[in-house]
């Protein structure tokens, strides 16, 4: 490929676009998407007057262009200033070590570009290197933040020039990267550049007040003061379960009624509230699980803890520990003898990985993932289930969350292998498996033609490996399923399927896991599963 | 005594110095949130697919298993043998494994070398007719010195090579790579020389080191060796000072940061740490935080948002 070379330093070079994006420059993708008639459009985007857009053809936070030259200077100052806090044990002790060792060991061997899905899909883009982001960051603290750092920043590093453009540009890149830490799996030291887009957010959020509105405003913000970030106060959500309700009972032959904030429960489960919205099939499968294997279980109706999300993972520290804390008072004060997440990844990491370390004393309540839960249900024999209904092709999605940060590989596929008999896997899959390429907050964020640009080039790799996983099934005349125990990844691989049209093309389904060991399960009416695109 | 073991000595306390300041500054950050990325080699049975605690039921009800083994099992061949690299990057292996494991081998030279000066020092013969000890030393020693040289040498200049040539590293090679790869090389030329024309059986090379014991007052040592161990006690200063201390923080990276999956119970040590961190004051300025440099971690966690 002949493409010209974009170097670090070229960040600081006011120009129209840093740097662009052509379909002829993706990878190609598995028949039938061999085919150009058969791929969405890509429709790069202008430059825009109001809007910082000169990294690529996408945007994802829409940062206002600054109206004067002082209103950029005072940016860039604010900009430098949160860079400096992120390296006090005070204001960053959550990962100041991990930071500074990341900052200071990279051998710059780009190892970590083989590793990453957005730097293939995008046909190798320079901007899209695993290091690129980080290196700025890298110079531009070396230089202007150390000691020295004119000459032994350029010496060590090599030269960055800190301003505006520079500043607009990487808060567009620091959402470019899924923080889905597969670069950091293969690096020979241990460096980790989905770290640095982590805390390069957090200096945007936490000392500028920068993030993308999904996850901020109607994310964070609209989960902390009306309890969801759907929108869902607690009256909206038990009325909405109360038809979910309805339509399981309908659907199974089972009575179904969600308990809500039953004091003493052993189980407080949280769902991801959004698939009280999008998939209500997901926590109504819950539900018939639940009373089938007679689990003392409940819901709680309050504010936030009915929405498992926590958008603050990635891009604010403080928005996270506001609300894990709100999901522990409210298990406090039910007195349940666990947390039990449902399928969301993120949701699951932070309450059970990220926030171990918030959480103290009280408020430090047993959390466990949904799949060992579901495992020992299924396994136990409360549930009969009868393989034979789920005789379809299902390949299963790995959530990085869920798999590669924290381990939890193993249950879901015992489940799956038990009750689908025509399980086959991805490849790579397991720890080492592909982001589904909504990883961050991607999934939520679909301004302008982001969507876009999630479809061809963050979701390309998990696209194809789908396409791999049914390879020789591929007609529409075989339904095909991809498990993903993920809300955000659904969500992902809904927007890329649709928009390859995948369902009509080739009849590939996506849905969760309890949706399959609902419809698996003997003692309810068969079909749970309905084949029809949602 | 001459310059030369002057600067040896202060390169060794250099040497120490560096090390021991960058694990104290590392040591005494605060704790961390959570970070792992699987596998974690400690963990036994499930390492090999990337499995961790929180895949059985009631997870902290069970006894927390920690295999050595297993995580030894992840360690040695990381370290030995750049494990990593040989599965995701197999051409940069084949010049990083020889340069790394070559400079392995010449650590263990120079602890041979060390071992055979104090043996000397205790009227031990080394060389061609010695007992099987002072035979011992004198093989080993060859053999350490000679294969050291010979792959760090060759892994050095390949990698000076895939610097200058390779299109993937084009924009990342700063003048300190160039720099710190050159000398390194220079110090090992003069070593291979050394050894090729003047010292074949490093018998040389251990009188300096026993010199370097008797402050001077021993065998005299030809300036090409004099040479040579300067400029290796150059390398030994520098490397620690610079991003080449990672054959040091690689430990921090792995146990501290990928496999550090150690939970928080109440009362525990780690809650008490966590429970300090979450005193400090915060001085963050976007407006959602209203941080004042006075309120700390935990007020700002539990304070109500503005509605
Ligand atoms: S992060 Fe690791 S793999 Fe990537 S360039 Fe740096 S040292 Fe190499
Ligand atoms: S974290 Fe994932 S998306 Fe981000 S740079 Fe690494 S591999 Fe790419």
């Not at chain 1, 989960?223 to 869902?232: A, F, H, I, P, Y």
């Not at chain 1, 289930?385 to 990085?400: A, E, Q």
């Not at chain 2, 979450?278 to 539990?302: C, E, F, M, Q, R």
Request: glycine share 6%.
């Amino acid at each position: 490929m002949s493409k010209k070379k974009i170097r670090v330093e070229d960040i600081s070079k006011p120009s129209e676009k840093l740097t662009h994006t052509e379909v002829k420059d993706f990878p190609p993708l598995p028949p039938p998407y061999d085919k150009l008639e058969n791929l969405p459009k890509w429709d790069p985007l202008k430059c825009s007057n109001e809007i910082e857009s000169s990294l690529d053809d996408t945007i994802a936070v829409a940062l206002p262009k600054p109206k004067t030259k002082q209103e950029e200077q005072e940016l860039v100052r604010k900009f430098l200033s949160g860079l400096e806090k992120l390296f006090t044990k005070e204001n960053n002790w959550p990962f100041l070590q991990l930071l500074t060792l990341t900052m200071e060991h990279c051998a710059k061997c780009q190892t970590c570009s083989d590793a990453c899905h957005i730097f293939e899909a995008s046909g190798r883009n320079d901007v899209y290197r695993p290091a690129y982001r980080s290196e700025v960051v890298r110079r531009i603290y070396n230089k202007y933040l150390k000691p020295g750092g004119k000459f032994f920043g350029k010496w060590k590093h090599g030269d960055i020039d800190l301003n505006w453009t520079t500043i607009a540009r990487l808060c567009e890149l620091a959402y470019r990267c899924n923080i889905c830490r597969r670069c950091a799996q293969t690096c020979p030291i241990g460096v980790d550049n989905a770290l640095i887009t982590h805390e390069l957010r957090k200096v945007f959020s936490q000392e500028m007040g920068i993030a993308a509105k999904e996850l901020h405003d109607k994310g964070s913000m609209l989960q902390l003061k009306v309890g969801s970030s759907t929108g869902m106060n607690p009256l909206v959500v038990k009325d909405n379960m109360d038809f979910i309700d309805e339509d399981m009972t309908d659907k199974t032959g089972m009575t179904i009624k969600t308990p809500w904030d039953k004091s003493g429960a052993d189980v407080l489960l949280i769902h991801n509230a959004g698939e009280i919205m999008a998939w209500p099939e997901n926590p109504g499968a819950f539900a018939v699980i639940l009373e089938a294997a007679g689990i003392s279980w409940t819901l709680s109706s309050e504010v936030p803890a009915y929405d498992g999300i926590n958008y603050g993972l990635w891009y604010d520290d403080f928005q996270l520990a506001r609300v894990v804390i709100k999901h522990a008072q409210a298990a406090k004060k039910l007195g349940v003898k666990k947390i039990v997440v449902g399928e969301c990844g993120h949701s699951t990491k932070t309450l059970m990985v990220i926030a171990d370390r918030v959480l103290t004393g009280d408020l430090n309540i047993p959390r466990e993932a949904a799949m060992p839960f579901l495992e020992d249900i299924v396994f136990s024999g409360r549930i009969k289930l009868d393989p034979s209904r789920n005789d379809f092709p299902v390949t299963l999605h790995d959530p990085c969350n869920m798999v590669r940060l924290m381990g939890i590989v193993e249950p879901q596929r015992r489940v799956i292998r038990k009750i689908c008999p025509q399980f086959r896997e991805m490849t790579p899959h397991g720890v080492h498996n592909y982001c589904c390429g909504g990883g961050s907050g991607f999934a939520i964020m679909s301004g302008y033609n982001f969507q876009t640009w999630r479809k061809h080039i963050s979701g390309r790799k998990k696209f194809e490996q789908i396409l791999n996983a049914f390879k020789g099934q591929l007609s529409p005349d075989i339904p095909k399923y991809v498990c993903a125990p993920c809300s955000n990844c659904k969500g992902q691989i809904r927007d890329f399927l649709f928009g390859y049209d995948a369902w009509e093309k080739c009849r590939i389904l996506y849905g969760g896991l309890v949706e399959l060991i609902v419809n698996a399960m003997s003692d309810v009416k068969p079909g749970f599963i309905e084949w029809e695109w949602h | 005594m001459s310059l030369s073991y002057l600067i040896t000595y202060a390169a060794f306390i250099t040497f120490v110095v560096a090390v021991v300041a960058r694990i104290h500054k590392i040591e005494s950050m605060p704790v961390h949130l959570r970070w792992e990325l699987y596998p974690v080699a400690h963990e036994g049975k499930r390492a090999h697919y990337g499995g961790s605690y929180f895949e059985e039921l009631n997870w902290w009800t069970k006894p927390r298993k920690f295999s050595l083994i297993s995580e030894l099992k992840g360690m040695i061949p990381e370290m030995l043998f750049i494990k990593a690299l040989w599965e995701n990057n197999r051409p940069l292996w084949y010049r990083s494994f020889p340069f790394h494991f070559g400079l392995y081998c010449l650590i263990g030279w120079a602890g041979l070398l060390v071992v055979g000066a104090a043996a000397q020092m205790a009227n031990l013969y080394i060389g061609v007719g010695a007992g099987a000890v002072g035979l011992a030393i004198h093989y080993l020693t060859i053999f350490a010195g000679a294969a050291g040289l010979i792959l760090s040498t060759f892994g050095a200049l390949s990698l000076l090579q895939r610097r200058l040539t390779d299109p993937e590293v084009d924009g990342y090679t700063s003048a300190a790579h160039i720099f710190n790869l050159c000398a390194f090389l220079l110090a090992l030329i003069v070593a291979d020389l050394a050894f090729v024309l003047v010292d074949r059986d490093f018998s040389i090379a251990r009188a300096y080191v026993q010199n370097l014991f008797t402050f001077g007052n021993g065998p005299a040592v030809s300036s090409a060796i004099a040479l040579e161990m300067v400029l290796f006690s150059l390398l030994m200063a520098y490397v620690p000072l610079t991003h080449m201390s990672h054959f040091l923080t690689k430990y921090y990276f792995y146990h501290k940061i990928r496999w550090d999956d150690e939970p928080n119970f109440k009362g525990s040590e780690l809650e008490k740490r966590i429970t300090q961190a979450l005193g400090y004051p915060v001085s963050w300025s976007a407006p959602h935080l209203k941080a004042d440099g006075k309120k700390n971690w935990a007020d700002i966690a539990t304070e109500e948002v503005d509605k």
